[in-house]
């Protein structure tokens, strides 16, 4: 009977916020790439002079994600247009398209690690636990720079980026372990078999990142959002019977978008119609639904699609 665009003040003041938080991401993601490319070098030529299979295997992976940061930067930029005759819903999306890349790129180095560690394991070589223990202070205080930089960042990519620099800090506590121990006793094995617990570790996460963006890039119904609950909060406002044929996907993991058929009760007069659709949006916008297309129906009309 009719449909409706959410441009109420509550969600024009949201929109507003968004754009501080992505401005925010742009500069958290240009930090961490500055950091993650000058200490990627650093570690190149510390796991070289250390012989540690473990720190190169680390620098190599640091490197490309230094190369990958600056490709989500860029991305992150990107997705600050709005919308034009290409893209209806702006850019967003391309936020979560550099979340993707890190993932897969974070994939690709486990493996490749945990190949080389295999073979380290299998003929292990002396390493120099002095030098791995400096590289390892070095890396804790760095990547913990660069995570609590990226602690409260909201977006997809911001979380990749902060997933990685945990696991990095943790890949570098464990090394700064392994290197107390490997000064003290032979155990020459011991860094490989470190560098294999790492990227088994990161190879996890990888995987669990990639679901979560693929997810969005499916439409999935966002995790973090309570169908049933919106449901019911939209179908206790007055004036509504019901409401079907919804669906709710996400634009980039934290903005979403709504379109739903709402059955009216017959006592709702014309006039009542734009309070309703106020009400509805309200609801959607506690749910961070940005943009909400409304339908709205009575008895009389013969709606063939009732799925909630």
Same mark, same amino acid.
């Given at each position: 009977?009719?449909h ?5 003040n ?9 754009h ?9 993601l240009a ?9 990627s070098?650093?570690? =190149?030529?510390?796991?070289v002079?250390?012989n ?7 620098a190599?992976?640091?490197l490309?994600?230094a ?24 850019y967003?999306?391309?936020s979560i398209l550099?979340?993707?890349?890190i ?20 003929s292990p070589?002396?390493s120099?636990a002095?030098a791995?223990?400096v ?11 660069a ?6 960042g909201s ?7 902060f ?7 943790l890949?570098w506590?464990?090394?700064l ?9 032979? =155990?020459?094995?011991?860094d ?10 990161i ?8 679901? *979560?963006?693929?997810r969005?890039f499916? *439409? ?5 959002l309570?169908r ?10 007055k004036g509504v019977?019901?409401?079907h ?7 980039d993991?934290n903005?979403?978008v709504?379109?739903?058929?709402v =059955? ?9 119609f734009q309070?309703l659709?106020?009400?509805i ?6 749910f #961070?639904?940005?943009h ?8 009389? #009309?013969q709606?063939?699609l009732?799925?909630?």
């Amino acid at each position: 009977m009719g449909h409706g665009h959410n441009h109420s003040n509550h969600q024009h003041s949201n929109h507003n916020h968004s754009h501080t938080d992505i401005s925010s991401s742009s500069k958290n993601l240009a930090w961490a790439f500055f950091l993650n490319l000058f200490f990627s070098l650093f570690e =190149l030529v510390g796991g070289v002079y250390s012989n540690s299979i473990a720190i190169i295997s680390d620098a190599f992976h640091d490197l490309g994600d230094a190369l990958s940061l600056a490709f989500v930067w860029y991305l992150q930029k990107v997705s600050t247009r709005p919308n034009d005759l290409n893209f209806d819903y702006g850019y967003k999306r391309f936020s979560i398209l550099g979340a993707l890349f890190i993932s897969v790129l974070l994939t690709v180095g486990s493996i490749f690690m945990i190949i080389e560690s295999i073979k380290r394991f299998i003929s292990p070589t002396e390493s120099k636990a002095d030098a791995m223990f400096v590289l390892a202070i070095v890396g804790v205080v760095v990547n913990g720079i660069a995570m609590i930089r990226l602690n409260h960042g909201s977006s997809f990519s911001e979380r990749a980026v902060f997933l990685h620099f945990l696991e990095d800090i943790l890949g570098w506590v464990a090394v700064l372990i392994g290197s107390i121990f490997m000064y003290f006793w032979n =155990l020459p094995w011991f860094d490989p078999f470190m560098s294999l617990g790492i990227a088994v570790w990161i190879l996890f996460n990888a995987y669990r990142n990639t679901k *979560q963006v693929m997810r969005v890039f499916l *439409q999935g119904v966002p995790i973090s959002l309570n169908r049933s609950e919106l449901i019911e909060h939209w179908e206790n406002i007055k004036g509504v019977k019901s409401v079907h044929d919804i669906k709710i996907w996400s634009l980039d993991g934290n903005h979403h978008v709504a379109s739903l058929h709402v =059955l009216m009760d017959q006592k709702v007069n014309l006039d009542e119609f734009q309070l309703l659709k106020e009400e509805i949006r309200k609801v959607a916008s506690e749910f #961070e639904i940005i943009h909400t297309t409304i339908e709205l129906e009575t008895d009389a #009309e013969q709606c063939k699609l009732h799925s909630k």
